[in-house]
């Protein structure tokens, strides 16, 4: 079978590297576009490809926003792309988000998710309560929705450095408690209320927040939610793979306060590597495999989550802990599983 992915994102996410090599281990063979066409991107990007089906995974890249006066127009243009593509060959899509990051309110965006969702033959999400919100918003039939976890991302890592070397690195005292902020600094993470929380708060543990920031107006705004605390410390630069290491290795417990989110990679890979994750009640559709002891979830800054984290900073880090977890997520299971969708509409 030859299935061809859109788009390629392999440059800042894992997944689709890991579960492509994953997929040539069972005959699969997997195409990634070459470059990013222009007018009808999609479209032109499976000419003179002869293969069984498109996997398309983040399909807001063939509408995205570049600030270049033709942003509306990538909107209006995708719904014809899409349906020539459809007529090529059979669509396979994976829910990553359920809608695109810091896009809300756009016009004509909802549609295009919309029309998305139609006419792919199968669609894949990454947890059951997923595949509900799936249902219930875009009038998906179950026989079109398949279940499978995602990926193990610290397949791709390596190992870690000792606690000892990473917190000597990064110039963290051996006692000092810290709670990790990770990945892209963007505005859906909701990063500016735990700031604020944390400021006035004053709990015993530091705040660490490392990654590249969305935008460097994006980073003023974060640096001024968190003042000059001594409790806050923000490393807002690009994380190469060993400086994330580092940070990942150093850390007590991570925290995720996305305002909305779909699936979390990021989340994943911390539960992968054992590490004790704080994380609210109402991101229900990140699996995590709960309940379980390195999971701590809270209603609100508010309301329990000085509580959740305590709880999460006594907990400490045991990678050997998540080895079901690691197991259950592999990518072997995650391609057989995927080759079988496949199965469903070649």
């Not at 222009?38 to 983040?58: E, F, K, M, S, T």
């Not at 995590?288 to 800054?301: G, M, N």
Request: aromatic share 10%; charged share 25%; with cysteine.
């Amino acid at each position: 079978m030859k299935v061809f992915f859109a788009p390629d994102y392999r440059r800042g996410v894992a997944y689709q590297e890991l579960l492509a090599k994953a997929l040539a281990e069972l005959g699969v063979e997997v195409t990634f576009p070459r470059g990013h066409r222009r007018v009808l991107p999609l479209w032109r990007g499976i000419q003179g490809w002869n293969g069984d089906l498109l996997h398309l995974h983040w399909p807001e890249k063939f509408f995205e926003v570049r600030g270049d006066g033709f942003d509306f127009w990538r909107k209006v243009r995708y719904p014809l792309d899409l349906a020539l593509t459809a007529r090529r060959m059979p669509i396979v899509l994976t829910a990553h988000d359920f809608r695109p990051h810091n896009r809300a309110g756009e016009l004509l965006l909802g549609g295009n998710f919309q029309r998305t969702y139609d006419t792919a033959g199968a669609i894949i999400v990454h947890s059951a309560r997923a595949g509900e919100a799936v249902q219930a918003n875009y009038g998906v039939g179950p026989e079109r929705l398949h279940i499978i976890p995602h990926g193990d991302l610290s397949d791709s890592m390596g190992p870690l450095p000792s606690r000892a070397q990473a917190r000597a690195a990064l110039k963290i005292a051996e006692g000092e408690r810290v709670c990790l902020v990770f990945g892209t600094v963007e505005p859906y993470k909701g990063l500016e209320p735990v700031l604020e929380w944390w400021r006035t708060a004053v709990p015993g543990a530091r705040l660490a927040v490392a990654g590249k920031p969305f935008t460097q107006e994006y980073a003023s705004s974060i640096r001024a939610h968190a003042g000059i605390s001594g409790k806050i410390r923000l490393d807002l630069s690009w994380q190469s793979d060993d400086a994330l290491k580092r940070w990942l290795a150093a850390a007590d417990c991570v925290l995720f306060h996305y305002r909305a989110i779909f699936t979390s990679g990021a989340a994943c890979l911390a539960r992968s590597l054992g590490i004790p994750i704080l994380i609210p009640r109402r991101l229900d559709t990140v699996d995590l495999a709960e309940p379980h002891p390195l999971v701590f979830r809270f209603d609100s800054l508010d309301t329990d989550f000085r509580a959740a984290l305590e709880a999460a900073l006594s907990a400490r880090p045991d990678y050997a802990a998540a080895a079901e977890w690691r197991e259950a997520t592999a990518w072997s299971r995650v391609a057989e599983e995927t080759a079988r969708v496949y199965g469903t509409v070649a």
